[in-house]
């Protein structure tokens, strides 16, 4: 089994709103990442966590709050959000990062529009 | 400083045999990952290369030569459902950082 499951699947806000968004996976993975993708553009890394610890924080504004409660749970908060953070949000996992063999696998996405 | 490059679109018959190409430039490489991306999906996972060669699984292959900083996946007997972005992606050794190309949009024709 190699799922990421994200929650919601589409997300429509305001730019006043408070929401979050959340991963789960049940592999047994260490490294858990959120990613944001905007149309016909590769993903771009914004958060890694590591052993439910955050190790990278791809200088993403603070409207963008990332929370790891456990290994198998990510969540994204989201605050005050601009139209130009509508985009497709990744979550993904791998065993750990950076090492020979852990392959990152990407749940289906939350599609986030802000209005 | 680190770079990845691959075509942006490719066009090919169903049927056929259609190569991806990547080249990349990293200070310390570890492993290159295929992910393929239908349009409105996210991407999912095709094949890994950490050691120079050949990569076979069923109808897809990737392959790896480090000294050239060169990967390319190549795809046998196209069918329709193989149109999507390609996208290739390298892990710096000791990062979390995966690095996408801007991927490749193969579109397979009848």
């Known amino acids: 089994d190699t799922e990421v499951t994200q929650t919601p699947k589409h997300l429509v806000m305001g730019m006043t709103n408070k929401k979050s968004l959340k991963c789960e996976q049940h592999?047994?993975?260490?490294?858990m990442y959120w990613y944001k993708q905007k149309a016909k553009k590769p993903p771009e890394l914004m958060f890694v966590y590591s052993y439910e610890k955050l190790s990278i924080n791809e200088s993403v504004p603070s409207r963008f709050s990332p929370e790891c409660p456990n290994s198998s749970l990510l969540n994204l908060h989201l605050h005050a959000l601009q139209p130009e953070d509508s985009a497709l949000y990744l979550c993904?996992?791998?065993?750990?990062?950076?090492?020979?063999?852990?392959?990152?696998?990407f749940g289906e996405g939350s599609w986030l529009t802000v209005v | 400083g680190q770079n990845i490059d691959q075509p942006t679109e490719m066009t090919a018959t169903e049927g056929a045999i259609v190569q991806i190409n990547c080249t990349y430039q990293t200070s310390g490489f570890n492993g290159l990952f295929w992910y393929q991306q239908h349009a409105g999906e996210a991407p999912t996972f095709l094949s890994y290369n950490v050691l120079d060669g050949l990569e076979e699984k069923g109808r897809f292959s990737s392959f790896l030569s480090r000294s050239k900083g060169y990967s390319y996946l190549l795809l046998k007997e196209l069918q329709m459902k193989d149109s999507a972005s390609y996208l290739c992606?390298?892990?710096?050794?000791?990062?979390?950082?995966?690095?996408f190309g801007k991927g490749t949009k193969l579109s397979v024709i009848p």
């Open positions: 993904a996992s791998s065993q750990a990062g950076g090492l020979s063999g852990n392959t990152i696998y």
């Open positions: 992606a390298f892990f710096t050794a000791g990062s979390y950082q995966l690095t």
């Open positions: 592999m047994g993975h260490r490294a």
